[in-house]
């Protein structure tokens, strides 16, 4: 059983910058058709932040577009959240997700993201 272990997460002054990471233990990234990041601030819903799809290509909201840059790793298993220019409305819970082809998909436990004013 293939499981995604976030790590990277901590406190930052805004305009700072921070990359996440999201490590797939026991087995390769390739299995996934696609892998994203989400986010949940405390009383609001989780929200996507990034997505990468198996051949490279990213997409963001237009909240972190232009600040926000997912990649991946295969040789490492890992994909990565680089985070610049952060807000404090950036602060939240960060979640790694991959999506298998046939639409399964598993999360990562979360790291946290403060983000001071």
């Known amino acids: 059983q293939v499981q995604l272990v976030e790590s990277g997460g901590g406190l930052v002054q805004a305009g700072g910058s921070l990359r996440l990471s999201c490590a797939a233990s026991?087995?390769?990234?390739?299995?996934?058709?696609?892998m994203a990041w989400y986010r949940q601030a405390p009383e609001k819903q989780r929200e996507w932040v990034a997505i990468v799809t198996s051949i490279g290509r990213s997409n963001y909201p237009d909240s972190v577009k232009g600040r926000f840059t997912i990649s991946r790793d295969n040789a490492k298993n890992t994909v990565y959240l680089q985070m610049n220019s952060l807000k404090p409305e950036d602060t939240a819970d960060y979640y790694c997700?991959?999506?298998?082809?046939?639409?399964?998909?598993?999360w990562g436990q979360g790291t946290q993201v403060t983000v001071s004013s």
């Open positions: 997700t991959g999506t298998y082809y046939n639409g399964g998909q598993i």
């Open positions: 026991s087995g390769s990234i390739f299995r996934f058709n696609t």
